[in-house]
């Protein structure tokens, strides 16, 4: 909820305080969510029971079932980020749409974001892993076409931008709700370290790919969009091709990492 409630409320309190009192609120909230963090959620504080086996940082990292989760990941997630990125310059420079239309129309790909999240619960186990990866990443290519053809003949059509976002946000939420499960799956015993290894490494390749687009092509049109949406989805669907090649080999290798990695962390001293 927070994509499509934030831009609207920043709008508000932009035009009723001031821009500088978005920041005092956003002070506030930290405040508040730090104070409840601390108060009611015991399982955030620091508990050490044991050491870092630095080899476990490297465990994820030998399977191709984790790069193909943790690179939909970074093409739902980065996506968002590129979208935002250069949303406010390309409606409100470009198409001329007001603050606070801009807010509520960036607000409705969140909300289709949301909708589709919802969802997820009961498509994932029915279809699978990978078919609701390649389901997403198929929604990231087709709102990027969409977006293609409407920069190139539809230039200030507000709805030519928007309407192709909604599929793209929905390939997002596709794609983050699959994403973790699929990249932890063989993980178990070191979950903690292989979800920090999962999120650490998608944060990188969503931020440094998608700022690299951002830079090299124009921030006034949607081609950063397409371009961002059309490589990572390209790249995460030739993974999962070659890992449905592999199959039960592939399955099998990784199996066997994951079994040394529980023996060595059972048996520290080996």
């Not at 630095?54 to 399977?63: I, Y």
């Not at 539809?154 to 909604?166: N, R």
């Not at 999120?199 to 397409?226: E, K, M, Q, Y």
Request: with cysteine; proline share 4%.
């Amino acid at each position: 909820m927070v994509p499509a409630v934030g831009p609207l409320l920043g709008a508000l309190v932009d035009m009723w305080l001031g821009w500088r009192a978005i920041f005092a609120f956003l002070g506030l909230g930290m405040i508040a969510a730090s104070a409840a963090a601390w108060r009611f959620w015991p399982e955030t504080r620091v508990q050490r029971v044991a050491g870092l086996q630095w080899s476990q940082l490297l465990l994820p990292v030998k399977c191709l079932n984790f790069w193909l989760y943790t690179l939909c990941y970074a093409a739902g997630m980065g996506s968002f980020f590129v979208f935002f990125s250069i949303a406010p310059g390309l409606m409100m420079g470009r198409q001329g749409v007001s603050q606070l239309g801009f807010s509520l129309l960036f607000a409705t790909v969140a909300i289709a974001m949301v909708f589709t999240a919802r969802f997820m619960g009961r498509v994932i186990p029915k279809w699978g892993s990978p078919s609701v990866l390649r389901m997403g990443m198929g929604c990231l290519i087709a709102g990027a076409v969409l977006l293609a053809i409407t920069e190139i003949w539809a230039l200030q059509s507000v709805l030519g931008f928007i309407a192709p976002m909604w599929l793209v946000g929905i390939g997002v939420a596709t794609a983050v709700s699959v994403a973790p499960n699929g990249a932890l799956r063989g993980f178990d015993h070191v979950a903690g370290t292989v979800t920090a290894v999962y999120f650490c490494l998608g944060g990188v390749l969503l931020g440094s790919i998608g700022t690299l687009i951002i830079s090299l092509l124009p921030r006034n049109t949607a081609w950063p969009v397409v371009v961002y949406c059309l490589t990572l989805a390209t790249v995460v669907l030739g993974l999962s091709c070659v890992s449905r090649v592999k199959g039960s080999r592939g399955q099998g290798e990784h199996d066997v990492v994951a079994l040394q990695s529980a023996e060595s962390t059972s048996n520290p001293n080996r």
